[in-house]
């Protein structure tokens, strides 16, 4: 087996997390910290819990909550209590959180170079969608994919709605992470 591709993947990923170390550093977090706002910035309205976090980042419910506690300590995220089930709690990004994602993303070589790659860049992208969703598969993890790719995903553009919750969603909803996210059947 060659394992060129994989080793290039993990060099990708060593890189990355190298700028965003040192982005969170400059915005006085660890990288932890970043990479919470970051998933939360990018996550649904059913994602947005401190367990959803967790999950996510393949963390411990324990380290993740003192890094949620940082983020809000900091005002870089808000807690709200959620009105029908008093026990959940909600978190989104502050303006000054979304300020230091900006900053964050605005040092991406990673980034950068994929958007040099022009119209290879959406081929690439599916690529390594299919390559991590199918370790997700054998790791027994969540997706966490796109709700606009997801097989819960019904009803007509401007009118979509989730079939697991039957709740509506906003075109902006089907763009974000979702926990709850399920791979569609390709088509036949």
Do not use: W
């Not at 966490?144 to 009803?155: D, E």
Request: glycine fraction near 8%; proline fraction near 4%.
């Amino acid at each position: 087996m060659d394992a060129r591709a994989a080793e290039l993947i993990e060099r990708l990923g060593l890189v990355r997390r190298a700028a965003r170390r040192a982005a969170a550093a400059s915005a006085g977090l660890s990288a932890a910290q970043l990479e919470a706002l970051g998933y939360l910035a990018a996550c649904n309205r059913f994602s947005d819990t401190p367990a959803a976090v967790a999950e996510y980042l393949d963390a411990t419910r324990g380290t993740t909550s003192q890094s949620l506690l940082a983020l809000e300590r900091k005002g870089l995220i808000a807690r709200m209590r959620d009105p029908r089930d008093g026990r959940v709690h909600h978190l989104a990004p502050t303006p000054a959180g979304r300020r230091v994602l900006d900053r964050a993303e605005g040092t991406d070589e990673i980034t950068d170079a994929l958007a040099a790659l022009g119209p290879q860049r959406e081929q690439l992208e599916a690529l390594l969608d299919r390559v991590l969703r199918a370790a997700q598969r054998r790791r027994g993890g969540r997706t966490f994919g796109r709700c606009a790719r997801c097989r819960h995903l019904s009803g007509a553009p401007g009118a979509r709605r989730c079939g697991l919750t039957d709740e509506p969603l906003s075109a902006r909803d089907t763009t974000l992470l979702c926990i709850e996210h399920e791979e569609r059947a390709p088509a036949a």
